[in-house]
């Protein structure tokens, strides 16, 4: 019990929507590619992936979209047809905000699939004050020729990061923003930091979803907490508003082969089943169903939720139920992988 209430007290943070992520440009990929990797956290319950056609003058697109967003107008990561993709983290210490719209990152990235080819294309897009307007995010975007670069974007100015020989990891604050002693996303942050440091130099999108995305190591603590009787549902990598963990791997920018294509799970991560998706190709329960909602991101927290403490809502998690139920997400998850190979 000692334990348990030391770990309440460290996990009472603020609980903002959020998401870890990250670029591995090419030069630290297993395959050549490079890739961007989102654990999406979100207050929105649901989502699903679409292909959108291209309009008239603009590229078809592969998205991640709330289950609200019938019309698919808001995507939250994505790829198009040309190689370029796009992800976002919010940001909590981009000063000042003073914005009355908000939260419109979702149009900006659907606008970009549809109209970027390269990163510079991007940064082209957000220097108009009509596309920053109601954003305050970190933006991650790569393309077909190599380029890889994170934007810390408010409504008022950005600053971009090319990202070259290491992988970037961001999570709820920008490095461009106010520094303070309490940034939101930090504990992540460093955990994130902290479990790719174990990982092999050359990296594969199973790394993010395997590896960090099941993990329960919290930085805070300086250790793993997968073996713990109770944890409470908060500032581990998966959290009770994880929904999904992506990775978008793009093409070759050294031989121009590959097309690019996501792999990775819908939900709650840690137990959630990854699979491959192309715009060609989407697994049927990651798609939006007759109810509005995908069956993969349903079924996923209803095993979570399977492993919280009674009348706690979705705070804690019981982990010698949650243990065998990651066990076999990851199995399964490991088979789906070896044969998109």
Known sequence: MRQLFFSIFIFCTVAAAGCTAAIVPAECSASGRPMIWKHRDTGADNNFIAHVAPAVDGHGYTALFNASDS??????????????????????????????????????????????TTVDDFERLIEYDFVRRGVQANFGVIDARGGAAWFETSDNDFNRFDVRDSVVVRTNFSYSGNMGDRLPGLVRYHSARHLLGEMPAKLRPIDFTEGLSRSFYHSALGRDCKDDSVVTN??????????????????SPVTGEGQPRMWGCLGYPAVAVG??????????????????????????FTLMHSATLPNCGADYLRMDILRPLIWRAARKSLVNFNSGL
């Open 71 to 116: 019309l698919m107008q808001e995507a939250w990561m994505g790829f198009n047809d040309v190689g370029f993709a796009i992800i976002n983290t919010a940001s909590y210490n981009l000063m000042p905000d003073t914005a009355t719209v908000r939260d419109r990152e979702g149009f900006v990235m659907s606008q970009a699939l549809a109209q970027c």
């Open 234 to 251: 908060r500032d581990f990598i998966p959290r009770d508003i994880s929904t999904a963990s992506l990775v978008i791997e793009g093409v």
């Open 275 to 300: 699979q491959w998706i192309t715009a060609e190709s989407i697994p049927a329960g990651m798609r939006r169903g007759a109810d509005g909602r995908s069956s993969d991101c349903t079924e996923s």
